[in-house]
């Protein structure tokens, strides 16, 4: 089930998410599942969108979705949080669901090691590097209360959308 996609101001964006005692509950998984279901629509309808987060559907527990090919596709991460950050930092162009139209510039580090459960419960223990370890900062970063823009980098860096696509996305 499509959920509906929480916008910049809503405080639930701003609040600290719960640790998710059980991966495998029902109501877990059921979460899981619309998720993916609502970044999938996103996809469909922008061209856009690699991960969310649960609170923004509204739900404050410490869970997201990715979808990236180092993951396999779609992958649910229940409990992610970051145990190494490499010294090295890259530039990214970044933006949220959460207010689409905005992109910007922001730092990130190159290199991360991510610890989570999947939805059997099982633990991992992930590499991260590149475009999957900025958007796995991205997203756990949201768990926490925090959003990509607290961090621009540089505010002039601030294009929409429509002026991203012709004047970035086309040189890189
Ligand atoms: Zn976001």
Known sequence: MIRQIVEAGDPVLRSMSSHIDDPSAMEVRELARDMADTLKDFQKRTGYGRGIAAPQVGVPVRMIVVDMPELGGIATLVNPHITGRSPEMFDVWDACFSYFYLFFLVER???????YDDLQG???VIEAAGDLSELLQHEIEHLDGELAIDKVKD????CTVQEFEKRVRKQS
């Open 109 to 115: 580090h190159q290199r991360i090691t991510v610890e």
């Open 122 to 124: 099982t633990h991992h």
């Open 155 to 158: 505010p002039r860096s601030f």
